[in-house]
Every structure is written in structure tokens, then in C-alpha cells.
């Protein structure tokens, strides 16, 4: 078994913040400046199956995260997503959730938003 990069990141202190039960660090492979991945400390793949503990947990650092990269980064909006399962683009096997500053003109039209994950079926504004 390879070794889990979010599990190494959490182990070496590589986090911008945690909680004993959460941790926040930065994307390795940023969608935007700031992009940060909020995760379990405890290693576990399916974001469903975490406890509701785990789970506030890693709201509450995406409320502080917010806040960070707002006064560090002054982003215009946000994404924030979650992969879970290989069906839907989950390539590192331990929870995570993407908190992705989003800034004016980053892209010709932001509409839509998450839903071009299935890009054919983003644009439904188009069909009306």
C-alpha cells in the first residue's frame, strides 16, 4: 500500500491549521491561488463514513479558512467540493473537501459553477 500523502502532510506538522481531529493545507496541485484541501486527522476514505465530530470538524476549518484566505488572498467567491469515490473524481484514498477561492474574471462565464464536473450538462441556462 502506498503511503497517504494527506496522512504524511498531517504527521510531519505540513498544515496551515488543525484541530485534533482536523487538519487544513494547502492544494499541491492548486485550482487557484489559496486552494485549500480541509481533511480527517484520521485516515479514512469516504467522507460519509466520518463522524459527525470529523465532520464538523472540518467545517469549522473551512469557516476559518474562509476567513484566512479572504484577508490573505481577496478572493470574490468560493467552490467548495467533495469527491467521494473514484466515480467522482476521488484520486486520493482519505476524505477531503476543497475549499477553492474563486476571483472576478478567472473565467470567461463562473455560471454553473460545480455543475461542469459533467460539462454537457452544466450550461442548462442554454436550453431555455
Known amino acids: 500500500m502506498r503511503e497517504c500523502p494527506f496522512c504524511s502532510r498531517i504527521e510531519t506538522g505540513d498544515?496551515?491549521?488543525?484541530s485534533d481531529i482536523a487538519a487544513a493545507f494547502y492544494d499541491g496541485f492548486p485550482i487557484s491561488s489559496g486552494h485549500v484541501l480541509v481533511v480527517p486527522v484520521r485516515h479514512e476514505a469516504d467522507f460519509f463514513t466520518?463522524?459527525?465530530?470529523?465532520q464538523v470538524a472540518i467545517w469549522d476549518l473551512v469557516r476559518e479558512?474562509?476567513?484566512?484566505l479572504e484577508a490573505e488572498h481577496h478572493p470574490s467567491?468560493?467552490?467548495?467540493?467533495?469527491?467521494?469515490?473514484?466515480?467522482?473524481g476521488q484520486t486520493i484514498?482519505?476524505?477531503?473537501?476543497?475549499?477553492?477561492?474563486?476571483?472576478?474574471?478567472?473565467?470567461?462565464?463562473?455560471?454553473?459553477?460545480?455543475?461542469?464536473?459533467?460539462?454537457?450538462?452544466?450550461?442548462?441556462?442554454?436550453?431555455?
Do not use: C
Open 65 to 68: 479558512m474562509r476567513d484566512v
Open 93 to 128: 484514498g482519505h476524505a477531503h473537501l476543497h475549499l477553492i477561492p474563486r476571483y472576478e474574471g478567472d473565467v470567461d462565464d463562473p455560471r454553473g459553477g460545480v455543475r461542469w464536473i459533467i460539462p454537457e450538462k452544466a450550461p442548462y441556462w442554454s436550453d431555455q
Open 77 to 88: 467567491a468560493f467552490n467548495v467540493g467533495i469527491n467521494i469515490g473514484a466515480d467522482a
Open 50 to 54: 466520518l463522524s459527525v465530530d470529523e
Open 15 to 18: 498544515v496551515i491549521t488543525r
